[in-house]
């Protein structure tokens, strides 16, 4: 690829931008930190990182609530990682979970986001194994791209709850731990789609996603 993808990264306040950012670099891209919605409808794609608790998430969000709505009804693809795919989804037990009652997610995907039950350690940190269920252009590549499938392989994993899209179909690639869950989710369009991974922190198979991600936009 000649050109560079431009690629916008959300700063609404929670997200580790600046390993996100290298790693997009690494994979060809041509990256804005932005907190200025405005810039959302340049881009060649959109990316929402998140690490933390989904209330504090949503209400830091809320502002980029309409533009975010707009890329998503667009045909830029928006990348949520981790917290940031947890977003993408309705609604989450963590705020009721705090006792802080109902908060909206962003609902491209509809769904709630649970925690893990049974005897397992939360939060779930460690390397997992992708298993790719349907073909997505994040997890099995672009015709053409220099990326690729990542079935079989590993990435970093670090969070206490986890997607149940309301439609299986939603579940791009699963993984287990104690139970099996969504490890890579996009919407209908396939336009929207979020990792609760980290790419940026997954080696080789975070690369190899993330370059699907830039040849994709």
Same mark, same amino acid.
């Given at each position: ?73 667009? #045909?830029?693809?928006?990348? *949520?990682?981790?917290? =940031? ?6 609604? +989450?037990?963590? $705020? %009721?979970? &705090? ?43 672009? #015709?053409?791209?220099?990326? *690729?499938?990542?079935? =079989? ?6 969070? +206490?709850?986890? $997607? %149940?899209? &309301? ?51």
């Amino acid at each position: 690829m000649d050109t560079h993808a431009d690629v916008v990264v959300v700063d609404y306040g929670l997200g580790n931008l600046r390993s996100v950012t290298r790693g997009l670099e690494r994979a060809g891209a041509s990256v804005t930190i932005t907190d200025d919605p405005d810039r959302f409808d340049d881009a060649d794609g959109v990316v929402l990182p998140g690490v933390g608790a989904f209330r504090e998430g949503m209400e830091n969000a809320d502002p980029y609530r309409d533009a975010l709505e707009d890329v998503a009804a667009s #045909d830029t693809p928006l990348f *949520g990682i981790c917290l =940031g795919m947890q977003m993408l989804l309705a609604e +989450s037990e963590e $705020a %009721e979970h &705090a006792g802080q009652g109902a908060v909206e997610g962003l609902g491209f995907v509809p769904g709630t986001n649970v925690r893990f039950r049974g005897d397992q350690k939360v939060p779930h940190m460690g390397w997992n194994e992708l298993n790719v269920v349907r073909e997505h252009p994040l997890v099995t590549g672009v #015709d053409g791209g220099r990326g *690729g499938s990542v079935d =079989g392989e590993h990435a970093y994993f670090v969070h +206490s709850y986890y $997607a %149940e899209p &309301a439609d299986d179909h939603a579940i791009v690639a699963d993984t287990e731990y104690g139970v099996t869950f969504p490890a890579v989710v996009a919407n209908d369009d396939g336009t929207v789609f979020g990792t609760q991974f980290h790419p940026e922190k997954s080696g080789e198979t975070g690369l190899t996603i993330l370059k699907n991600f830039v040849d994709l936009c």
